[in-house]
């Protein structure tokens, strides 16, 4: 995968790192619940970065070969204002890539936090190692 644009890695992907409160209304009961927005790009992105940096490796285990394929059949579209999408080829998936993207994501935002005790977890547990 090509490498994202600087701005991309130091600006964008941090700022998005920084939740926002959702308030939400269950009942009586007004809270607010922390909402981060990423795109579909930072998201496809970090995990090139992090293939190309290995800090990222794929077992060969499970669903790997499908995601292996998944990875190398996804498309970067270049628009004419400039801006960079990602999408699967016609025909293709990219369920495996957006849930790896999306691992990686949660395993770099909140790993370093739950290892520290400063987050709670709910009825699962934490995978990232």
Not at 10 to 33: H, S, T
Not at 80 to 91: E, L, R
Request: proline letters at 5%; one cysteine or more; hydrophobic letters at 35%.
């Amino acid at each position: 995968m090509p490498e994202p644009p600087a701005r991309c890695r130091d600006n964008e992907y941090r700022d998005a790192m920084q939740a926002v409160p959702l308030l939400m209304q269950v009942g009586n009961r007004k809270m607010g619940i922390p909402k981060i927005t990423l795109s579909k790009r930072e998201l496809i992105e970090q995990i090139g970065v992090e293939l190309d940096a290995g800090t990222l490796r794929i077992a060969q285990t499970g669903e790997w070969e499908e995601l292996r394929h998944e990875l190398t059949r996804m498309q970067r579209i270049a628009r004419q204002s400039g801006s960079v999408a990602y999408q699967a080829a016609p025909g293709e998936h990219d369920d495996l890539v957006s849930a790896l993207s999306l691992t990686v994501y949660g395993c770099r935002r909140f790993a370093p936090q739950w290892r520290a005790g400063k987050v709670r977890m709910g009825m699962g547990q934490s995978s990232c190692g």
